[in-house]
Protein backbone atom coordinates (compact mmCIF):
# COMPACT_ATOMS: atom_id res chain seq x y z
CA UNK A 1 0.00 0.00 0.00
CA UNK A 2 2.90 2.41 0.58
CA UNK A 3 4.35 1.69 -2.60
CA UNK A 4 1.17 2.34 -4.56
CA UNK A 5 0.91 5.87 -2.43
CA UNK A 6 4.12 6.61 -3.54
CA UNK A 7 3.44 5.56 -7.46
CA UNK A 8 0.15 7.36 -7.96
CA UNK A 9 1.88 10.68 -7.16
CA UNK A 10 5.16 9.75 -9.27
CA UNK A 11 3.17 9.85 -12.87
CA UNK A 12 1.11 11.82 -14.98
CA UNK A 13 -1.25 10.00 -17.26
CA UNK A 14 -3.95 10.51 -19.98
CA UNK A 15 -7.66 9.83 -18.46
CA UNK A 16 -10.35 8.98 -20.79
CA UNK A 17 -13.64 8.94 -19.57
CA UNK A 18 -16.86 7.61 -21.15
CA UNK A 19 -20.55 8.19 -20.20
CA UNK A 20 -23.67 6.36 -20.85
CA UNK A 21 -27.33 6.78 -19.65
CA UNK A 22 -28.84 3.03 -19.08
CA UNK A 23 -32.43 2.43 -19.71
CA UNK A 24 -34.87 0.64 -17.47
CA UNK A 25 -33.97 -2.65 -20.22
CA UNK A 26 -30.21 -2.22 -19.93
CA UNK A 27 -29.35 -0.81 -23.18
CA UNK A 28 -26.86 2.21 -23.28
CA UNK A 29 -27.36 5.18 -25.07
CA UNK A 30 -25.09 7.13 -26.73
CA UNK A 31 -21.71 7.83 -25.12
CA UNK A 32 -20.57 11.07 -23.48
CA UNK A 33 -16.36 11.40 -23.78
CA UNK A 34 -14.06 13.78 -22.09
CA UNK A 35 -10.30 13.35 -22.48
CA UNK A 36 -7.95 14.65 -19.69
CA UNK A 37 -4.27 15.31 -18.49
CA UNK A 38 -3.95 13.44 -15.21
CA UNK A 39 -2.42 14.02 -11.95
CA UNK A 40 -2.98 13.03 -8.28
CA UNK A 41 -1.83 14.00 -4.86
CA UNK A 42 -2.04 12.61 -1.60
CA UNK A 43 -1.36 14.31 2.26
CA UNK A 44 -1.71 12.95 5.28
CA UNK A 45 -3.80 14.53 7.96
CA UNK A 46 -2.77 14.90 11.49
CA UNK A 47 -4.56 11.68 12.38
CA UNK A 48 -3.41 9.93 9.95
CA UNK A 49 -6.39 10.16 7.14
CA UNK A 50 -5.25 10.51 3.72
CA UNK A 51 -6.90 13.35 1.72
CA UNK A 52 -6.59 12.73 -2.14
CA UNK A 53 -6.38 15.22 -4.89
CA UNK A 54 -6.97 14.77 -8.74
CA UNK A 55 -6.29 17.31 -11.25
CA UNK A 56 -7.32 17.04 -14.79
CA UNK A 57 -6.12 19.60 -17.42
CA UNK A 58 -5.08 21.50 -14.35
CA UNK A 59 -8.32 21.94 -12.76
CA UNK A 60 -9.67 20.06 -9.36
CA UNK A 61 -13.33 21.07 -10.80
CA UNK A 62 -15.56 18.49 -10.70
CA UNK A 63 -17.78 19.81 -13.18
CA UNK A 64 -15.84 18.65 -16.06
CA UNK A 65 -17.40 15.53 -15.76
CA UNK A 66 -19.94 14.17 -18.09
CA UNK A 67 -23.50 14.34 -17.12
CA UNK A 68 -23.00 16.46 -14.10
CA UNK A 69 -21.58 13.38 -11.93
CA UNK A 70 -17.99 13.46 -11.00
CA UNK A 71 -16.51 9.83 -10.01
CA UNK A 72 -13.30 10.76 -8.38
CA UNK A 73 -10.87 8.78 -6.40
CA UNK A 74 -10.97 5.97 -8.10
CA UNK A 75 -7.45 5.33 -8.63
CA UNK A 76 -6.78 4.62 -5.31
CA UNK A 77 -9.88 2.96 -3.90
CA UNK A 78 -7.15 0.10 -3.13
CA UNK A 79 -5.78 2.09 -0.27
CA UNK A 80 -9.20 0.55 1.96
CA UNK A 81 -6.15 -1.97 3.17
CA UNK A 82 -3.85 0.32 4.32
CA UNK A 83 -3.23 0.12 7.77
CA UNK A 84 -5.10 3.48 8.48
CA UNK A 85 -8.42 2.64 7.04
CA UNK A 86 -8.41 -1.75 6.97
CA UNK A 87 -9.90 -1.74 10.55
CA UNK A 88 -13.37 -0.15 9.59
CA UNK A 89 -13.76 -3.70 6.91
CA UNK A 90 -14.21 -7.32 8.35
CA UNK A 91 -11.85 -9.76 5.73
CA UNK A 92 -12.08 -13.10 5.02
CA UNK A 93 -8.98 -14.88 2.74
CA UNK A 94 -12.02 -16.95 0.06
CA UNK A 95 -8.49 -18.81 -1.06
CA UNK A 96 -6.18 -18.75 -3.84
CA UNK A 97 -8.00 -18.48 -7.07
CA UNK A 98 -7.24 -16.54 -10.64
CA UNK A 99 -7.58 -13.70 -11.90
CA UNK A 100 -6.85 -12.73 -15.72
CA UNK A 101 -5.11 -16.65 -15.93
CA UNK A 102 -3.00 -15.72 -13.56
CA UNK A 103 -3.13 -16.85 -9.44
CA UNK A 104 -4.64 -14.43 -6.64
CA UNK A 105 -5.50 -14.48 -3.72
CA UNK A 106 -9.51 -13.68 -3.35
CA UNK A 107 -9.90 -11.40 -0.38
CA UNK A 108 -13.30 -10.41 0.78
CA UNK A 109 -14.32 -6.92 2.53
CA UNK A 110 -16.97 -5.09 4.09
CA UNK A 111 -18.11 -2.30 5.92
CA UNK A 112 -18.40 -2.86 9.71
CA UNK A 113 -21.38 -1.33 10.68
CA UNK A 114 -19.66 0.36 14.08
CA UNK A 115 -16.48 1.80 12.06
CA UNK A 116 -16.93 4.83 10.23
CA UNK A 117 -16.95 4.72 6.49
CA UNK A 118 -14.04 6.82 5.38
CA UNK A 119 -13.64 5.10 2.01
CA UNK A 120 -15.95 6.96 -0.33
CA UNK A 121 -18.88 9.89 0.05
CA UNK A 122 -21.08 11.09 -2.19
CA UNK A 123 -21.75 14.79 -2.10
CA UNK A 124 -25.08 16.56 -3.32
CA UNK A 125 -24.77 20.62 -2.59
CA UNK A 126 -22.25 20.28 0.05
CA UNK A 127 -23.75 17.40 1.68
CA UNK A 128 -21.99 14.37 2.12
CA UNK A 129 -23.26 10.42 2.27
CA UNK A 130 -20.95 8.18 3.40
CA UNK A 131 -21.36 4.69 1.12
CA UNK A 132 -20.85 1.94 3.22
CA UNK A 133 -18.84 -0.78 0.54
CA UNK A 134 -18.87 -4.72 0.03
CA UNK A 135 -16.32 -6.45 -2.26
CA UNK A 136 -13.67 -8.58 -3.23
CA UNK A 137 -9.93 -7.88 -3.93
CA UNK A 138 -7.44 -10.18 -6.19
CA UNK A 139 -4.10 -9.87 -4.54
CA UNK A 140 -0.82 -11.17 -6.63
CA UNK A 141 0.75 -13.78 -4.04
CA UNK A 142 4.11 -13.04 -5.64
CA UNK A 143 4.11 -8.77 -5.47
CA UNK A 144 1.14 -8.52 -3.12
CA UNK A 145 0.17 -5.83 -5.53
CA UNK A 146 -3.63 -5.43 -6.22
CA UNK A 147 -4.75 -6.88 -9.14
CA UNK A 148 -8.30 -6.00 -9.05
CA UNK A 149 -11.07 -4.65 -6.71
CA UNK A 150 -14.84 -4.94 -6.91
CA UNK A 151 -17.32 -3.22 -4.65
CA UNK A 152 -20.73 -2.65 -4.30
CA UNK A 153 -23.09 -0.56 -1.59
CA UNK A 154 -23.87 -2.86 1.39
CA UNK A 155 -27.10 -1.35 1.69
CA UNK A 156 -28.80 1.53 -0.52
CA UNK A 157 -28.53 5.28 0.41
CA UNK A 158 -32.27 5.87 1.13
CA UNK A 159 -32.20 9.64 1.98
CA UNK A 160 -30.71 10.44 -1.56
CA UNK A 161 -32.57 7.45 -3.50
CA UNK A 162 -28.58 5.78 -4.44
CA UNK A 163 -30.29 2.37 -4.63
CA UNK A 164 -27.27 0.81 -6.63
CA UNK A 165 -23.47 1.53 -7.38
CA UNK A 166 -21.14 -0.99 -8.67
CA UNK A 167 -17.46 -0.55 -9.11
CA UNK A 168 -14.53 -2.26 -10.95
CA UNK A 169 -11.00 -1.32 -10.94
CA UNK A 170 -7.71 -3.21 -12.51
CA UNK A 171 -4.30 -2.50 -11.87
CA UNK A 172 -1.06 -3.87 -13.41
CA UNK A 173 2.49 -3.19 -14.04
CA UNK A 174 3.24 -0.88 -16.45
CA UNK A 175 6.98 -0.57 -18.03
CA UNK A 176 8.85 2.54 -18.60
CA UNK A 177 11.40 1.72 -20.93
CA UNK A 178 13.96 5.20 -20.49
CA UNK A 179 14.56 4.30 -16.82
CA UNK A 180 14.23 0.32 -16.87
CA UNK A 181 11.33 0.59 -13.91
CA UNK A 182 8.28 -0.98 -13.49
CA UNK A 183 5.62 0.60 -11.58
CA UNK A 184 1.66 -0.75 -10.44
CA UNK A 185 -0.33 1.56 -11.29
CA UNK A 186 -4.29 1.90 -12.23
CA UNK A 187 -5.21 0.95 -15.69
CA UNK A 188 -8.87 0.76 -16.17
CA UNK A 189 -12.16 1.40 -14.03
CA UNK A 190 -15.93 0.35 -14.74
CA UNK A 191 -18.75 2.29 -12.56
CA UNK A 192 -22.25 1.69 -12.77
CA UNK A 193 -24.90 3.64 -10.70
CA UNK A 194 -28.99 4.14 -10.13
CA UNK A 195 -29.49 7.43 -8.11
CA UNK A 196 -33.63 8.28 -8.06
CA UNK A 197 -34.36 5.67 -10.89
CA UNK A 198 -31.56 7.26 -13.25
CA UNK A 199 -29.40 4.80 -14.09
CA UNK A 200 -25.84 5.22 -15.66
CA UNK A 201 -22.74 3.43 -17.00
CA UNK A 202 -18.93 5.04 -16.47
CA UNK A 203 -15.80 3.76 -18.15
CA UNK A 204 -12.39 5.58 -17.02
CA UNK A 205 -9.03 4.32 -18.80
CA UNK A 206 -5.56 5.33 -18.09
CA UNK A 207 -2.78 5.28 -20.96
CA UNK A 208 0.35 7.55 -21.93
CA UNK A 209 2.01 7.25 -18.30
CA UNK A 210 4.55 9.14 -17.94
CA UNK A 211 7.01 9.86 -14.54
CA UNK A 212 7.62 13.09 -13.66
CA UNK A 213 10.67 15.08 -14.72
CA UNK A 214 12.04 11.97 -16.55
CA UNK A 215 9.63 11.15 -19.90
CA UNK A 216 7.19 14.45 -19.00
CA UNK A 217 8.70 17.24 -21.23
CA UNK A 218 6.24 19.27 -18.98
CA UNK A 219 7.21 20.75 -15.63
CA UNK A 220 4.36 19.44 -12.77
CA UNK A 221 3.31 22.36 -10.88
CA UNK A 222 2.71 22.39 -7.39
CA UNK A 223 -1.30 22.18 -6.65
CA UNK A 224 -3.23 25.58 -6.43
CA UNK A 225 -4.24 26.86 -2.94
CA UNK A 226 -2.18 24.98 -1.04
CA UNK A 227 1.12 25.74 0.89
CA UNK A 228 4.45 23.31 -0.36
CA UNK A 229 7.87 22.40 1.39
CA UNK A 230 10.92 20.75 0.33
CA UNK A 231 13.72 19.25 2.33
CA UNK A 232 16.99 19.62 0.85
CA UNK A 233 18.94 18.40 3.31
CA UNK A 234 20.13 14.96 4.27
CA UNK A 235 18.26 14.28 7.48
CA UNK A 236 14.82 14.65 9.00
CA UNK A 237 13.47 17.65 9.66
CA UNK A 238 10.13 18.51 11.72
CA UNK A 239 8.19 21.65 11.89
CA UNK A 240 4.76 23.20 12.58
CA UNK A 241 3.01 24.91 10.27
CA UNK A 242 0.77 27.91 11.85
CA UNK A 243 -2.00 29.66 9.69
CA UNK A 244 -3.59 32.87 10.46
CA UNK A 245 -7.36 33.71 9.15
CA UNK A 246 -7.71 37.76 7.79
CA UNK A 247 -7.66 39.79 10.62
CA UNK A 248 -11.52 40.50 11.39
CA UNK A 249 -12.39 37.10 10.23
CA UNK A 250 -13.64 34.59 13.03
CA UNK A 251 -12.28 31.31 11.53
CA UNK A 252 -9.79 29.29 13.79
CA UNK A 253 -6.09 29.30 13.06
CA UNK A 254 -4.63 26.30 12.22
CA UNK A 255 -1.64 24.51 13.47
CA UNK A 256 0.12 21.56 11.64
CA UNK A 257 2.80 19.40 12.58
CA UNK A 258 5.02 17.12 10.37
CA UNK A 259 8.42 15.41 9.35
CA UNK A 260 10.17 15.82 5.96
CA UNK A 261 12.45 12.71 4.65
CA UNK A 262 15.49 13.89 2.96
CA UNK A 263 14.59 15.06 -0.39
CA UNK A 264 10.58 15.06 0.30
CA UNK A 265 8.23 17.68 -0.83
CA UNK A 266 5.09 18.11 0.82
CA UNK A 267 2.38 20.32 -0.06
CA UNK A 268 -0.69 21.09 2.77
CA UNK A 269 -3.82 21.65 1.02
CA UNK A 270 -6.13 24.53 1.89
CA UNK A 271 -9.83 24.63 1.86
CA UNK A 272 -12.79 23.06 3.73
CA UNK A 273 -12.15 20.06 5.31
CA UNK A 274 -8.87 20.04 4.05
CA UNK A 275 -4.98 20.50 6.12
CA UNK A 276 -5.27 23.98 6.55
CA UNK A 277 -9.54 24.11 6.91
CA UNK A 278 -10.14 27.59 6.35
CA UNK A 279 -11.35 29.05 2.92
CA UNK A 280 -8.66 29.86 0.49
CA UNK A 281 -9.57 33.63 0.78
CA UNK A 282 -9.84 33.94 4.48
CA UNK A 283 -6.18 33.17 4.69
CA UNK A 284 -3.94 35.51 6.07
CA UNK A 285 -0.73 34.80 7.54
CA UNK A 286 1.41 31.43 7.72
CA UNK A 287 5.06 30.24 9.29
CA UNK A 288 6.56 27.20 9.05
CA UNK A 289 8.97 26.97 12.40
CA UNK A 290 11.48 24.06 12.04
CA UNK A 291 14.09 22.04 14.07
CA UNK A 292 16.76 22.28 10.80
CA UNK A 293 19.61 24.61 9.84
CA UNK A 294 19.10 27.54 8.08
CA UNK A 295 18.48 26.78 3.63
CA UNK A 296 17.65 23.12 4.46
CA UNK A 297 13.41 23.64 4.46
CA UNK A 298 12.65 25.75 1.05
CA UNK A 299 8.67 26.51 1.06
CA UNK A 300 6.01 28.31 -0.79
CA UNK A 301 2.35 29.66 -0.60
CA UNK A 302 0.44 28.90 -3.64
CA UNK A 303 -2.51 31.09 -2.14
CA UNK A 304 -5.53 33.34 -4.01
CA UNK A 305 -5.06 36.14 -1.85
CA UNK A 306 -1.03 35.71 -2.04
CA UNK A 307 -0.62 35.62 1.47
CA UNK A 308 2.87 35.66 2.52
CA UNK A 309 4.56 32.52 4.35
CA UNK A 310 7.91 32.63 6.42
CA UNK A 311 10.04 29.86 6.44
CA UNK A 312 12.02 29.86 10.32
CA UNK A 313 14.45 27.64 10.76
CA UNK A 314 16.32 26.32 13.90
CA UNK A 315 12.96 26.42 16.03
CA UNK A 316 12.73 24.37 19.61
CA UNK A 317 9.57 23.13 18.93
CA UNK A 318 6.96 21.93 21.66
CA UNK A 319 6.73 18.27 22.04
CA UNK A 320 3.16 17.12 20.29
CA UNK A 321 0.03 16.44 22.50
CA UNK A 322 -0.72 12.81 22.42
Same mark, same amino acid.
Given at each position: ?93 EGLGQ ?6 ? !? *???? &?? =? /? ?8 ? @? ?41 YMAID ?47 ? !? *???? &?? =? /? ?8 ? @? ?85
Amino acid at each position: MKELVENLQKVDATERVEHFDVDAAGSRGKPEARTFDYIMTITRSKTGEFSLEEYRNGSADPTQFPAKIATMGLSAMALLLHPTLVSDFDLSCEGLGQWDGRPAW !Q *IHFA &QR =S /YRPSRIETYA @IAKSYYPLPLKGRVWIDPTSYQVRRLESQLVEPVAEIGFTQYYMAIDYGPVQFQTRKQELWLPLDADVYGELRGHRFYRRHTLSNFKIFGVESTE !Q *IQDP &QE =S /YCFKNVSKHD @ITGILNVSPVSGISVKAVSLRFTLSPGQNVCKLIGPGKDVNMPPNEVGSAAFMHNGPAGSITGEAKVVNASALEVIPESSLAPSKP
